[in-house]
């Protein structure tokens, strides 16, 4: 007796799907993918309960003809390659027709479509792999297909999606995936009603910093390389920027997003010991390589490539990374030579400079973590505790940090960045820079009230987010207006700022708030022990002096004074180092 008969194509399709679409983010990437395939200029995504409901995605591009806009929606239809030669040379996308075929038996699906060339364009509305109806359509020129209730005949599948959030996060990183390298074309993100993303085509640069926030524009540098086997454009962070996550790690082999452990690890090498341990840059690099030399075809989901050349690739992009490092270390070692920020205004004629008061606590010893230091809380302890492990020379303990002659002790700026003054034991050289950051961090984290350091502004400044942006600075908005902020939503992404913290220059506003999102956001994978932490600690960051910027004698002193005053004088809040004391020993050699 035969057993064997061939499965009706909606039921094979189905299994299909199962590769191609194990949820709403699979069937977005395809669908833009098309789009791209199509030559569209402008790609427009709306989702629907994170997919769930509707995936729609409208493109400009090529159009299908009536017969082309059923035939779409068969296994291995393609017009991409034609025979088995072109399968070592590919130039788009997609190419395996399956996409369509997969999505139209586990969803409904209404596809509308115009050539440039028809007056008239055609819908086609097809579901569980039947087509149910297809009439001439007065449509744009372009495509828009807009996939209905995914997995609506799959219950498994359906029941087996995460909740919206999950889902919509898959969503969004395919998009940046996506959007990150066809930065030449516009996309735009819409879900459930709401722009989250708008971009427009332009740079790389721009094209992160819309998907990331303002702010990133001055966290990257750019890395180029050209050779016979290989072009490189991308952008890597600055090895101050590096996170606690790989999550920022973005490579692209013509077009595509691609993961490539060794790859990936070439680009870390190049930092060598410029990051922290256990840190890890943020970058966005794009690999152009003759099709010819790689395989795209390993894997369902495409996202591993194997290169013909990749010993080489690897030196390749790990030289051309650390050049761009280093040119990027040689232009900040000279800028420090070269101040430009004398923001120190006149003193108006007449005016007689206040006794500069300073404030500190005599009996204190930074370094000592018992004992008197009742104010000391816990988190100090433990913090202390950890960086005296990390970089406390053994014999700390004796150090004396007291200024010799407190409320006289002369300062003297170093090159526009350090603050040297004497202490009984040697000569104290201070990041000033840090040293500001740690004072206003103390003072922004002991919640007292802010208002004398807020200084309202003569106009008000407005200030836009992204929507998803927005909602953040929302939920951020009271802890701002504790720390000295007067701010008003104007409407969903728009603010209105009328006051802020003196350090806070007004036209620098949109950058820290930006900055400030970048990193509460970045901030949530890192280990800070709360919320109002990280967002001090990135606001303290922002509003201390910046290298290069003059400060008088007064201005020194009293900076000294009130590093002295905090619990953990030696150690900014981002765990770096302070204070280096200059022994008389040493001054003597
Ligand atoms: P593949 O992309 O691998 O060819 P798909 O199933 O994704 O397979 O698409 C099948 C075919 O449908 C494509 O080869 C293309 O000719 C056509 N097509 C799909 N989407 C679009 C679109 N947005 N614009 C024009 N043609 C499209
Ligand atoms: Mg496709």
Do not use: W
């Amino acid at each position: 007796m035969d057993i064997i008969n061939i499965l009706p194509d909606s039921v094979a399709n189905q299994i299909a799907a199962g590769e191609v679409v194990d949820r709403p983010a699979g069937a977005v990437k395809e669908l833009l993918e098309n789009a791209m395939d199509a030559g569209a200029t402008q790609i427009d995504l709306v989702v629907k309960d994170a997919g769930r409901t509707l995936i729609q995605v409208t493109d400009n591009g090529c159009g299908m003809s009536d017969s082309d806009a059923r035939l779409c929606f068969e296994r291995h239809a393609t017009s991409k390659i034609h025979k088995a030669d072109d399968l070592f040379a590919i130039h788009t996308m997609g190419f395996r027709g399956e996409a369509l075929a997969s999505i139209a038996a586990i969803a409904q699906v209404e596809l509308r479509t115009r050539q440039h060339d028809s007056e008239l364009g055609t819908e086609v509305t097809i579901e569980g792999s039947h087509i149910t109806d297809q009439h001439p359509s007065a449509c744009p020129q372009g495509t828009t297909l807009a996939v209905k209730n995914l997995f609506y005949n799959v219950p498994a599948r359906r029941n087996f999606l995460k909740n919206d959030k999950v889902e919509m996060s898959h969503i969004e990183e395919v998009f940046r995936r996506i959007t990150l390298i066809h930065h030449d074309l516009g996309f735009t993100l819409t879900s459930n009603g709401r722009v989250l993303y708008d971009l427009k085509a332009g740079s790389m640069l721009q094209r992160i910093a819309g998907l990331y926030g303002a702010a990133y524009k001055e966290r990257m540098f750019s890395v180029e390389e050209e050779t016979d086997i290989v072009k490189i454009r991308g952008f890597v962070s600055r090895p101050e920027y590096s996170r606690k996550t790989r999550g920022e790690q973005y490579l692209f082999v013509n077009g595509r997003y691609i993961k490539h452990p060794a790859l990936s690890a070439a680009v870390e090498k190049a930092y060598a010991d410029l990051l922290p341990e256990h840190s890890y840059p943020s970058y966005f690099v794009g690999l152009q390589v003759d099709p010819s030399r790689i395989d795209i075809n390993i894997h369902p989901t495409k996202t591993e490539v194997k290169f013909v050349d990749d010993h080489a690739l690897f030196a390749i992009l790990r030289s051309a990374v650390k050049r761009a490092l280093g040119q990027f270390s040689l232009a900040t070692e000279l800028s420090f030579d070269t101040p430009e920020e004398f923001n120190i205004p006149p003193a108006p004629s007449g005016y007689v400079p206040p006794i500069p008061k300073v404030s500190y606590t005599p009996g204190y010893n930074p370094f000592k973590t018992t004992g008197s230091q009742t104010h000391l809380k816990m988190e100090g302890l433990e913090r202390s505790k950890k960086i005296e492990a990390i970089e406390q020379p053994e014999d700390i303990e004796e150090m004396d940090m007291q200024p010799a002659v407190p409320a006289a002790a002369a300062c003297m700026q170093l090159q526009g960045r350090y603050i040297v003054t004497p202490l009984s034991s040697g000569l104290a050289v201070i990041d000033q820079q840090r040293a500001h950051e740690r004072v206003l961090f103390d003072h922004l984290s002991s919640n007292q009230p802010a208002a004398a350091s807020s200084q309202t502004l003569l106009f008000p400044v407005n200030c836009t987010f992204s929507a998803a942006d927005a909602d953040l600075f929302n939920e951020l908005l009271p802890d701002l207006q504790s720390h000295g902020f007067a701010i008003e939503a104007m409407n969903q992404t728009t603010f209105v700022v009328t006051a802020t913290p003196a350090e806070v220059k007004e036209e620098e506003l949109q950058g820290f708030f930006d900055q400030m999102l970048a990193d509460y956001k970045g901030a949530t994978m890192q280990k800070y022990r709360s919320r109002s932490e990280s967002l001090c600690t990135s606001l303290a960051r922002q509003m201390a002096v910046r290298p290069g910027t003059v400060l008088g004698q007064e201005q020194m002193q009293q900076l000294v004074a009130d590093l002295f005053a905090c619990p953990m004088a030696d150690t900014s809040p981002s765990g770096k180092k302070i204070i280096t004391i200059v022994k008389p020993e040493e001054l003597l050699k």
